[in-house]
């Protein structure tokens, strides 16, 4: 018997809401108490080196503080960035964002992975609102069809993604390397040919 993917729309799967609108005299500054994350931050997809952070902390900012596997897709632009948040440090998403939290049936890494596809990317421009800058609102996010496979064949691709990007980061090491000792050779050329003509 096959295990077949399910179509599903986001909400079926996940409740997204937006990140914190800054208001009652919220700063954001270069040191503070609570790190807030801004489209600018993810765009590597690597934890943020240097996050602005709110300059006082009242409690009800508790209820915006993320969790772990939250998924961040940005909703304003044109590239739609997404950045998943791992680990149980408080830190809070801007109002650029929307926040996807999966809530059954559903890896976080799976969605995330999908919301990175072309298929999605494409969805979020040809539904967006367009004035100068396109705008994805929550009822289009919401609307996204997602292709749901079983939850074992979801940790399949997760682990699979996992193992690739562990080799992308070899590779890329690699090629450091390789243009550093390249570089090398070439000063070392450069410099005994000098010598040799001094």
């Given amino acids: ?16 809401f937006s990140g914190l609108t800054l208001r009652n005299g919220l700063e954001l500054k270069k040191e503070g108490f609570i790190p807030v994350l801004q489209p600018k931050d993810i765009l590597k997809g690597e934890e943020p080196a ?10 009800s900012i508790q209820k915006h503080f993320l969790s772990d596997g939250d998924i961040l ?15 149980d440090i408080p830190c809070i998403a801007s109002a650029s964002f929307f926040v996807i939290r999966v809530q059954k049936n559903c890896l976080a890494e799976y969605l995330h992975w999908y919301l990175e596809q072309p298929v999605a990317k494409d969805y979020f421009l040809k539904n967006s609102v367009t004035s100068t ?3 994805l609102s929550k009822s289009v996010l919401d609307d996204l069809p997602v292709p749901l496979p079983p939850l074992s064949i979801q940790a399949s691709v997760v682990e699979k993604l996992r193992l690739l990007n562990q080799q992308e980061k070899i590779l890329a090491e690699m090629l450091r390397k390789t243009r550093e000792f390249r570089d090398a050779h070439v ?12």
């Avoid at 018997?1 to 997204?16: D, E």
């Avoid at 897709?73 to 680990?87: E, S, V």
């Avoid at 070392?188 to 040799?196: A, F, G, H, S, W």
């Fill in 1 to 16: 018997m096959s295990q077949a993917s399910t179509n599903l729309l986001l909400k079926q799967i996940a409740r997204s």
């Fill in 50 to 59: 240097q996050p602005l952070y709110l300059d006082h902390y009242p409690p």
């Fill in 73 to 87: 897709l940005a909703n304003k632009g044109t590239k739609f960035a997404t950045y998943l948040h791992k680990g």
């Fill in 133 to 135: 800058i396109p705008s």
């Fill in 187 to 198: 000063w070392d050329v450069i410099t005994n040919d000098l010598n040799k003509i001094l």
